[in-house]
């Protein structure tokens, strides 16, 4: 009977549990609305060892060897870089014709007569004077308030801000691009002379025998810019060849004289129809066979009566002046030679200034050498042409700008191969001279506002500020506009725009894209007894060089002395030397005078004696 109850049980039981795995097993998982969507919150946490499985050769046996394989792993995401440059906006200036409107069918507001009449019954209308009357209070009321308060007064004037310790800086204003499909170089700049709203830019292909000749025509076109709109130029200009350099006449501000890189002089006037509203065409050109033979490197306006004179210089060895109403042959010629008669030098850039002398000129050449033209010594032997040091002060290369301080003529600055040469009018060789920069120099010039800050462009896109009121062996700052090489710098300047003089900075590149930057005020104010310290800085280093030079010359005549007494005292032994042989000639020639005499006396003597009579010669005996 157990035994059977024991059974009964054991099979109740696996019905059950047969009957438990049939069924489907439910778990409810219940949490409250408000503890949904809560983030997660993660914490900094001790490593922790989970588990160490310890090496053991058992487990070699399991293994299968193969050869070696190299796998790589990363979980960075792959990703690619886009840009995208959308079409720029090109804006266009317009302008609207306002006329004179608003008055009655029967009034003709040309006739004067008319509007008078029309102009004497509106006044006598009773509404026209209460409207007077109601505005006289008002307008009472602004006069006042406008005397009482100056809005024009200067509250600071008169006071030195001092910048010196303002870090130097520069920052880009605008970028002008040349509009032409073929890349062309920005060879020169020349700002507006009556205010920083213009610039005039040339450009031309320097490279002689360039590949981009023969796939296209090269264009001529050079251009006016308003500086704030660089989407489009003001003026295009249509010479016959393109243009090298380019300038505004300072004394007629609607005219401007180019130098092209066939050797022509073209005159622009904008004031007279030559073309559209946007274009201008030469008003004159001089002759191919009365001009220059290569590129014409620089032009400038020169001193004269009536304000349309210029001179022009080039690399065939000339220099020109021409006058711009009758460019058919120039009014004066001049070679660029190295002394009288010596080696014809081409002229690579041009210095003009009246202050300095509005007879003298500077001449930078391909050899490196500086010229001081002085036309009032043209009749002298040299032509008026001082040749400055062609030794060890000379550039190893052209000199591709030179330009006078502003504040002190009298001192003139060079930029050739990786230097920049500072000089005097009074010395042959150069007083300061810059460092080697790292790459090669193509222009420079001076800062119009401050005597101790100039600028130098550089072949990678560099430009180097120099401040010798500060130090003076390095550079103050240097800024990178571009990848290109820079070709061109102007800095605007003048008497009437002192606001803006040496501020605005433009540089132009061998791709045709001039930029436009603005410097800080601490390489634009000039700073409290900064005039006096560089003119003392100046008259230093040209009394050291003057020092240094007299020195040299006393050396030099100190050798030249030492070589003409060794000159008298060789030829002293030399002819000490003749004497002593004539004398000793002398005695050789006396001592055989005498031998032959005694040898001529023995034998008269000799013959005396075989002579005698015989019968004297027995009485002897």
């Known amino acids: 009977p157990r035994r059977r109850s024991w059974t009964a049980a054991a099979r109740s039981a696996g019905r059950a549990a047969r009957e438990a795995a049939a069924m489907e097993v439910h778990y409810v998982y219940q949490k409250v609305r408000s503890e949904f969507g809560k983030h997660c919150r993660f914490s900094d946490e001790p490593a922790q060892l989970l588990e160490s499985v310890r090496p053991s050769d058992d487990f070699a046996e399991h293994y299968i060897v193969r050869n070696p394989s190299v796998a790589e792993l990363d979980t960075s995401p792959l990703m690619s870089s886009h840009e995208a440059n959308t079409e720029r906006l090109v804006t266009r200036s317009s302008s609207m014709r306002h006329q004179e409107g608003g008055w009655p069918k029967d009034v003709d507001f040309t006739e004067q007569s008319d509007t008078n009449r029309f102009r004497k019954k509106a006044e006598k209308d009773e509404e026209y004077k209460n409207a007077v009357k109601a505005l006289g209070p008002v307008i009472a009321a602004c006069m006042r308030q406008n005397n009482t308060i100056d809005i024009y007064e200067s509250y600071f004037e008169g006071d030195i801000a001092d910048h010196s310790s303002e870090p130097p800086s520069a920052k880009g204003l605008a970028v002008f691009r040349d509009p032409s499909d073929i890349k062309r170089t920005a060879t020169s700049i020349n700002w507006y002379p009556e205010g920083p709203s213009k610039i005039a830019v040339s450009y031309s292909i320097l490279n002689f025998q360039d590949s981009r000749f023969n796939n296209a025509r090269m264009p001529v076109q050079s251009y006016i810019w308003d500086i704030s709109n660089p989407n489009m130029p003001e003026t295009e200009l249509l010479p016959q060849s393109p243009l090298c350099c380019l300038r505004f006449n300072p004394k007629s501000t609607d005219t401007l004289v180019g130098g092209s890189y066939n050797g022509l002089i073209s005159f622009f006037d904008l004031r007279k129809p030559g073309g559209t509203i946007t274009s201008s065409t030469p008003t004159e050109a001089s002759l191919i066979e009365k001009s220059h033979h290569d590129p014409v490197y620089d032009v400038f306006w020169i001193s004269s009566k009536t304000g349309q004179h210029c001179a022009s210089v080039s690399t065939d060895g000339q220099m020109l002046w021409w006058d711009t109403r009758r460019l058919s042959e120039p009014t004066e010629v001049l070679e660029l030679e190295n002394g009288p008669g010596g080696m014809v030098l081409g002229g690579s850039s041009m210095e003009y200034n009246s202050e300095a002398g509005p007879t003298k000129y500077l001449v930078g050449t391909e050899q490196g050498i500086v010229l001081s033209i002085n036309m009032r010594n043209r009749k002298q032997a040299n032509k008026g042409i001082q040749v400055l040091d062609s030794g060890p002060g000379k550039h190893h290369g052209p000199i591709y700008a030179i330009q006078r301080n502003p504040m002190y003529t009298k001192f003139f600055m060079t930029v050739g191969d990786w230097t920049a040469r500072i000089w005097s009018d ?117 009394k050291q060089e003057k020092n240094l030079e007299a020195r040299e010359k006393d050396l030099r005549r100190l050798r030249q002395a030492q070589e003409e007494a060794g000159n008298r005292e060789a030829a002293e032994k030399k002819d000490g030397k003749d004497e002593k042989m004539e004398e000793l000639l002398r005695q050789v020639d006396a001592s055989f005078l005498a031998m032959i005499k005694e040898a001529e006396d023995d034998e008269s003597k000799a013959g005396d004696g075989g002579s005698m009579e015989p019968s004297q010669a027995e009485d002897k005996y």
Not at 471 to 492: F, M, T
């Open 426 to 542: 009074d010395l042959r060789t150069p007083i300061m001279t810059t460092k080697y920069h790292s790459s090669y120099l193509t222009r420079g010039c001076w800062s119009p506002t401050r005597a101790g800050v100039f600028f130098v462009t550089r072949m990678d896109g560099v430009v180097d500020i120099w401040d010798y009121f500060y130090r003076q062996n390095e550079v103050a700052y240097s800024h990178k506009v571009g990848d290109a090489s820079l070709s061109s710098i102007s800095v605007q300047g003048g008497a009437a725009n002192q606001d803006h003089g040496g501020r605005l900075v433009a540089i132009g590149d061998v791709q045709g894209t001039v930029s436009l930057l603005e410097v800080c005020d601490s390489l634009t104010v000039p700073q409290s007894q900064e005039k006096q310290a560089i003119s003392n800085m100046f008259d230093r280093e040209q």
